[in-house]
Nanobody, 119 residues
Framework: QAQLVESGGGLVQPGGSLRLSCVVSISMYSLNEMGWYRQAPGKEREMVAVMIDGGSTNYADSVKGRFTISRDNRKNTVNLQMTSLRPEDTAVYYC?????????????WGQGTQVTVAS
């Protein structure tokens, strides 16, 4: 069973940057997919950026060119570098990983970290 702990959220002005980090309690090499999702008030949770084992990435159209997902196997972290932030990026950001084991897929979520973009 994996535990995920996010950090790095906060209040930032439009045009600013933040870096989110997610510490994963299990081996990164056992993961199939890792990524970041977000949920704004009154909206459904949406994918922001995902990385598939092997390194391929996928981004929401709204964040392409501004956000970058990365992993650090030594530190067991999944990171999201966010630049040129906009008020519409305001949301709770969740870290997600999934693991394939014995023919089943296991999904794990962090508790979320608030990102607020406002002047």
């Amino acid at each position: 069973q994996a535990q995920l702990v996010e950090s790095g959220g906060g209040l930032v002005q439009p045009g600013g940057s933040l870096r989110l980090s997610c510490v994963v309690s299990i081996s990164m090499y056992s993961l199939n997919e890792m990524g970041w999702y977000r949920q704004a008030p009154g909206k459904e949770r949406e994918m922001v950026a995902v990385m598939i084992d092997g390194g391929s990435t996928n981004y929401a159209d709204s964040v392409k060119g501004r956000f970058t997902i990365s992993r650090d196997n030594r530190k067991n972290t999944v990171n999201l570098q966010m630049t040129s932030l906009r008020p519409e990026d305001t949301a709770v950001y969740y870290c997600h990983v999934d693991q394939l084991f014995a023919g089943s897929k296991y999904d794990y979520w962090g508790q979320g970290t608030q990102v607020t973009v406002a002047s």
